[in-house]
């Protein structure tokens, strides 16, 4: 019984370590795209580095921007961070913002 029970909790523990990752990259995602949209804003309002606007906005959430590059009004951003929880994992996430073509 108590081996039943211990491995009910060893399940129990590994799925919210999943849940919680998962959880963590959506957040990840979502401070690549908040980036990346900054970076792009600050382009179009003439801004000389937009990266560093990315980069700002990124270290504010503890993470760190490992790419990022323009494309004409595009930019693109790669933002990593170092999930601590549990076994601890490295999370990248890249986002594109940009203005949408018309027509």
């Given at each position: 019984?108590?081996?039943?029970?211990?491995?009910?909790?060893?399940?129990?523990l590994a799925a919210a370590g999943v849940g919680h990752a998962?959880?963590?990259?959506?957040?990840?995602?979502?401070?690549?795209?908040?980036?990346?949209?900054?970076?792009?804003?600050?382009?179009?309002?003439?801004?000389?580095?937009?990266?560093?606007?990315?980069?700002?906005?990124?270290?504010?959430?503890?993470?760190?921007?490992?790419?990022?590059?323009?494309?004409?009004?595009?930019?693109?951003?790669?933002?990593?961070?170092?999930?601590?929880q549990g076994f601890g994992m490295v999370i990248m996430k890249?986002?594109?913002?940009?203005?949408?073509?018309?027509?």
């Amino acid at each position: 019984m108590v081996m039943i029970i211990s491995v009910a909790c060893v399940a129990a523990l590994a799925a919210a370590g999943v849940g919680h990752a998962r959880i963590t990259g959506n957040r990840v995602r979502s401070w690549a795209d908040d980036a990346a949209v900054s970076a792009a804003v600050a382009l179009s309002e003439g801004h000389r580095d937009p990266c560093a606007v990315a980069g700002r906005v990124v270290r504010a959430d503890g993470a760190g921007v490992t790419a990022c590059t323009v494309d004409g009004e595009d930019v693109t951003v790669s933002v990593r961070y170092e999930y601590r929880q549990g076994f601890g994992m490295v999370i990248m996430k890249t986002s594109r913002a940009g203005p949408v073509a018309c027509g």
